[in-house]
């Protein structure tokens, strides 16, 4: 059983659309971190919320952090393909980091 | 300046045989953490160390598998009578220290045929 759960698993959309990625737990995080992966590289870190409620932008990416710290959202707008990759968020609890499965993203041009 | 290097980035091997990973994190970092990476899936939380000392092994799945790190630098991670369900790629990570960001590795991709 994952520590974090991201919805949805896969999604494929056209250049241009806008979407929303989830990041659900019943746990409480110090911090929550996303990160975007592509194929044969670790992971690099986008952003990191810290207070709940935070939102934090990144060009054109939006990052939430729930009120009881517990979830977040990542919003793309205008996707590229250039977006295309696995984005991961990763709860911060004692210390150490628990990542969640993933959401493969996949921008057609 | 240099990220944090694994070697090998490749390692097949077979079942029952010994493997040992190595990380090299970046300069200065004393948090270090090893993940393993299915296919599909996130990266599985396996060991942290902070110095020297294992700050949290709770990740390893079971006593074939250990880490050292024996100066607070490079760190090696061996796995003992590998099984094919041991095939991942494994993720090495450094952080200046535990709260800051994780700057991770390439990764070693171990095939256990």
């Known amino acids: 059983t994952q520590l974090l759960e991201q919805s949805p698993q896969f999604l494929s959309i056209q250049e241009g659309e806008n979407l929303t990625v989830y990041c659900n737990s019943s746990?409480?995080?110090?911090?929550l971190q996303w990160y975007r992966q592509e194929p044969g590289e670790g992971p690099v870190l986008l952003v990191t919320?810290?207070?709940?409620?935070e939102v934090k932008k990144l060009k054109r990416l939006t990052f939430q952090f729930g009120d009881a710290r517990k979830d977040s959202s990542l919003h793309i707008t205008a996707a590229q393909p250039g977006d295309t990759g696995l984005y991961l968020c990763?709860?911060?609890?004692?210390?150490?980091?628990?990542f969640g499965a993933g959401t493969r993203l996949t921008v057609k041009p | 300046g240099a990220g944090v290097s694994q070697t090998p980035s490749n390692k097949v091997t077979e079942k029952g045989k010994y493997v040992e990973l190595r990380c090299d994190p970046i300069?200065?970092?004393?948090?270090l953490y090893w993940y393993r990476q299915s296919l599909g899936q996130g990266p599985e939380f396996l060991i942290y160390?902070?110095?020297?000392?294992?700050?949290?092994d709770s990740g390893l799945p079971n006593d074939r598998f250990f880490a050292v790190r024996p100066e607070g630098s490079v760190s090696t991670l061996k796995i003992q009578r590998t099984e094919r369900g041991d095939s991942a790629v494994y993720l090495c990570a450094s952080s200046l220290n535990s709260y800051n960001e994780q700057f991770f590795g390439p990764g070693t991709r171990l095939t256990v045929l």
């Open positions: 746990s409480v995080f110090s911090s």
């Open positions: 160390f902070q110095g020297t000392g294992a700050a949290d």
């Open positions: 990763a709860g911060a609890k004692n210390n150490d980091m628990r």
């Open positions: 300069s200065g970092h004393t948090a």
């Open positions: 919320v810290v207070t709940g409620g």
